[in-house]
Each structure stands twice: as C-alpha cells, then as structure tokens.
C-alpha cells in the first residue's frame, strides 16, 4: 500500500507562500468580457489552499484549510463537474458567456485540479506533517508503529472494526459492487493457495469509525484503512492478498425533478434522495502505486473516461483531517474568539433584557461572529416563544444545525398556542435530508409547515414575531445575510438585522403571506425581493450613481456570475463610477481592463471566517430619499436574481449607517487577508505591507462597541 510519504521525500519542500499562489485556478486565457464560472470557483479554493500553506497561520488551522478545500472540491465534482459531464454527454456545446463548450470547461478544469492535489500532496507531506510530529501529532505509517502500538490496535481492530467489515467478491456469481459516494474502498487481488486462481474483491473503509486510530497515548494517528490492511488476512482465509488498493468514488450529487409535476414536493425530493445514491461517477480517485489490471477494472466498471480518473501519492480523502483538527491542542491553534453581546441586548445589572422593549427603542445590527448569534437571533426566538403577548411567529429555513435551539423555540411556540408558520426549503442542496427531518418534527408540533413555491428557491433570511404591545399590535423583524444556525455564526462572518420599524413589518408581513399563500406584483416599501424587484431596484441605483457627478458604489458578497449586471458595472466604470467589488468566491467580471472595467476594483477576504456577508452601498442614494446601504441573502448570480426568493433590506437607522461605512472601510483597507483580481484573471495577494487584518480590527471594534453605550 503507498505510505503517506510516498511524494517525493527527497524534493526540497515548496516554499509556498502566499505570493506564489497567483495562478494554479485563477488565470484565464480567453480575451473574453468574462472570466470563467468554474475556474473563477477553483480560484478561491486556491487562496483557501494558500492559508494551508502559509507558516504564519497555526498548524491545526492550516490542516483544517486542507479539509476545507477537499471539501469544496467534492462538491465541486458532485455538482459543477457532474452537470458539464451530462452537458457532453448530451451533446451540448452551447457556449458559455466566457466562450468555451462544456468539454473545453472540463479540460481546462482538469488542469487545474490536478494542480491543486499536487500541492495539497506537498503541503500535507512536506510542511504540515513534520511540523505537527516535532509538537507530538503524528500522523504515521502503520509500519512506523512499535510493537506495542501494534498490538493495542490489534486489539481495538478485533472489537471494533472487524466486526463491521463485509469484503464484497467480485466474480461471474458476483457482479461488481455498487460503490457509494464519498466512500474510501479498498480494492483487493488475491490468488487461491490451492488453484492458483486470481480474484478481485472490494472492501469498504467503515464511515462510521474515525478516518485516524490513535496510538501512543493519542501522539500518533494512523489512517483506518492501513490498519485494516494490516490485518486483511483475517478476511480472506485460504486466500494470499497480493495486492491492496484505496480508491474513492465521486457521483453526480444534484437532485433532478419536475417539479411542475410533482403532487407532493416533500415525497418528490424524498424519492429523489433515494435516487441520488445512484448518481453516476464523475470522478476516481486512486493511488499512484495502483497496477493498470486494478485501475481498468475499476475504471469500466464505474463507466469512466481516464480523463476522470485523479491519482494521488499520498493520503486520499484529506476530508478526513478534520478528524485531527478537533485534537484538544489549543497550542496548536488560533486563540477562540467569544461574541460579544451588541450594547443595546446587555441586560441591565441584576435583570434580564427584554428584547422586544430594546428593539422598540432602536434597531439592532450584528456582525457576526464578533456579535454573538446566541444573544442576538436566539435569543429573540427564545423570548417570543416564552412572551405571553406574542402571538405569531413566521420565518424562513433554508439550513439550520442538527441540535437548532430556534427549532426548539418554535415548537415550544406552537405548543404553548401561538401561531407558528415556518418555509423549510425542501432543496436546499445537501441539507434535503435534514430538512425533510425538521419539517416533520415541526408539524408533528403543531408548526404550519410550508415547502416552498414551485420553480423557486426560498433562499432569503427573515423572520417575523407578532406581539400584542401596550399600544397595538407590533411586528419585529430580523433580516440576516446567513442562515439560522447557530454553529455555523461563529464560523461565517454575516449580518443580521433586529427592527420594529413599521414599514419593513408591513413589508416582510406581506412577504410571508405571499410564501404562505397567494399573491403577485406586491409593490415592497422597503425590501427588495426577488425575483421580482431585486434585479430592476439594483440596476436603478447602479444607473443613478452614473448620473451623479461623483458616483460610486460598494459590493460585497459571495459571487458574482450575472453577465446582464456585469455589463452594467462595466457601463458604470466607463461612465466614470468608482466601483469596489468585495467578492470572497467566484467572480466572472473582468476589472482594469482599458476602456472596459478601468474603475472597477474586485478584493476577496479570505481567512479564519469565512466571508458570507453581501452588502450594496450608493453613495448617491440618499439623494433619492433612498437608503445608502442594504444587506441581505442574495448574491449576483441569476438563480439568486431570477429563481430564488431573496430578500435585502435597507439599513436606515444614521448610527447603524456609520457601522456599515466603516466596516466597509476596514475590509478595503486590509492587505493581510486581501487578495486582488487583475485583467487577466490572475488572484494576487495583497502583500500585507500595512498588516491591515480585517478579521482582527472586527474583533477589536466588536469588544470596544459592547463596552460602549449607544
């Protein structure tokens, strides 16, 4: 079996540094008005790679960038590649808006890739793995274990693996195996002692065990699967293994279905989960040492091209590092950082807050996770499930965690007789299953449940409590750039907006009524919602601020793909608006080409939280008795625009304005997280001469607003 070490030990270590890492995904060849969607996608896992790389960052840190970018490129492959690999199979060869075919998309994006893995191979092997051993985490061969190492394992493999392995022959009485997604396999030749006959067989690494066994008092950490390799002939009596193999199976992971023809939403993507299973391979991964015999057989049987095969020398599946990054070594890792409570939800001493009362006096924007979701958004939920005065409560789903203290409050809502309508987004991409899950633990409690509008994606972050207040009947509001889980808030940096202001709970009043019901053409007072007002609203304040004398604008978000408001900034740009594009992933503009984007800046943080924030500011805006600044779900993709509901929503309270401003300020000024896009496509990072770090300067603003009063 190749070792872990199995990449070139004698090459000199590659130095990576962030400096270096300007080309592997973001170059782009085509002289096109547009960069390309899916390479503009591998771009950002490269400057994720490159934290990975950069010895300034904590050990288990950089190891959980190398997970996160394995993660990124499975879904990558399950959904992006999946669906250009139909395209050809097809026979499509539209272009796309950058001008290539699907075939010349998977060409190029096979390039790239194999880019990528080499350096995740060189960064695990030759920088993070001997950097780990010298502060007692490491991660070995099996053959590097002592002797006594190797029998307390034996020990743990005869009580808890071997009793879970089921090798699967493979022969004329045993066709081959269905493979799973995801799955690590052990692909094994043996002989008969007696006959001499060869014969194949596969063996699945159990997902249910941890990816690592530790040895050595937990200073050393072994893959499972060299530890069943070690103690394969327990499987295979009579029989002599000559040959072991792990591989990895990707499949198209996208749900297809009518839904136009579906009676029941909720049994249609059920049914379509079942069959997702059975998606068709789009890639497989081997390991280099693997013989042609083995990988041909696994490669006809899985149906594949050897385009679509990826080998690797070291570890396959560098998912599995999270495993490690977990490990009880705070030494080893950035300092945890504790949200804050915003000033105006602080209780006052010897008291609890009353949220709605707070709310009532002013509105409240968070930042998270320097603003804690707990105290904010759970908060808010907790009370007006417990508040006696409340009578309703309606929000939006589209991801939550599996142990939801906001689920928890709105079951305890129903029950307690308060009227509770929740949307679940039924195909919100990987959660269907939890999410099927929450919707019928929810109308078991009494929740009405709805599952969205057929052809659209309930995408939008907003939620509604209705109380009988002293002097009438009030809405309460929160509006949120991110979803409603409170694990993921402390990992992903977004906005949150907490108001009683009267016209936006006309507004989001409106909205779920429309959700839950019927209705079209609403005239929104102040939100703008697609797929019906976003788009035009958003080109109306581009073209104002090229009507101004001094026009500019601000845009952060996740991604930006929509050639029709592309074309827009680029008018914008050439009529002499300054434009600043915050995009933390995929941007298919072009910028500081002559002529074309000369005024257009694109920036992209990228560091210990991830960027999920979206954020649209005109300078010129309050001209119009418009606000300056909104925030809201949507990024400027066109199923966001035009097949989605998205909801975005002015900041209009002056001192929440001034925050807005100057978290902007900050995110443009950083040069130790930022990375600048050129014509050319080409990702550099910003050199960090000031040593500007925005996630940092957040940190500090968040601890000196809570000590603040308003």
Known sequence: MTSLADVDASAEPPGLHRESFTTVGGYDTNETRFLNRELSWLAFDERVLALAADPANAPLDRLRYLAIVARNLDEFFQVRVAGLADQVAGGVTRLTADGRTPSAQLQAIRSVVHGLTATQEQIFGQMLRPILAENGVEICDYAALTALDRADI??????????????????????????????????????????????????????????????????????????????????????????????????????????????????????????????????????????????????????????????????????GLEQLV??????LQRPSWSPVTERDLQPPEHEAIDIFAALRRSDVLMHHPYSSFTSSVVEFLRQAANDKDVLAIKMTLYRTSGDSPI????????????????????????????????????????????????????????????????????????????????????LYTDLGLLTADDEIGDDVADLFNMLTGYGRDLAFRQLLVAPDSLRPKLEELIREEMRAENGSLVMKMNSLVDPGLIDLLYEASQAGVQCDLIVRGICCLRPGVPGLSDNIRVRSIIGRYLEHSRVFRFSSAAGLGLATTYIGSADLMPRNLDRRIEVVAPIRDPQLEARMAEMIAVELADDELAWTLDARGVWQWAGGATGRNAHDEFQSLAEQRAGQPR
């Open 154 to 319: 034996a020990a743990l493999f005869e009580e808890r693996v071997f009793p879970i392995l089921t090798p699967l022959a493979i022969d004329p009485g045993h066709p081959f195996p269905y493979i799973s997604d995801l799955s690590l396999n052990l692909a094994i030749v043996l002989e008969d002692g007696a006959s001499g006959d060869r014969r194949y067989a596969r063996l699945k690494v159990p997902d249910l065990l941890p990816r690592f066994v530790a040895a050595d008092g937990g200073r050393r950490f072994v893959p499972l699967e060299q530890v069943i390799v070690a103690h394969i002939g327990r499987l295979f009596h009579g029989m002599d293994v000559v040959e072991h193999h792990t591989f990895r199976v990707t499949r198209n992971g996208d749900l297809t279905f009518q839904e136009e023809q579906a009676d029941d939403l909720l049994s249609a993507v059920e049914l379509e989960l079942r069959r997702r299973r059975f998606g068709s391979a789009v890639r497989l991964e081997v390991q280099r040492s693997m013989t042609g015999e083995v990988r041909e057989l696994l490669r006809r049987e899985l149906d594949l091209d050897d385009d679509a095969i990826y080998e690797t020398g070291g570890l396959i599946d560098m998912t």
């Open 326 to 331: 977990e490990l009880d070594r705070p030494d």
């Open 407 to 490: 689920i928890q409050s709105l079951i305890r809502a129903a029950e307690a007789g308060k009227q509770v309508a929740v949307l679940i987004e039924l195909k919100a991409r990987f959660d269907e299953e939890a999410n099927i899950t929450w919707a019928k633990r929810l109308e078991q409690a009494g929740v009405h449940v709805a599952y969205g509008l057929v052809g659209l994606k309930i995408h939008s972050k907003a939620c509604m409590v209705v109380r009988a207040d002293a002097d009438g009947i009030r809405r309460y509001c929160h509006i949120g750039t991110g979803n409603y889980n409170h694990r993921t808030a402390r």
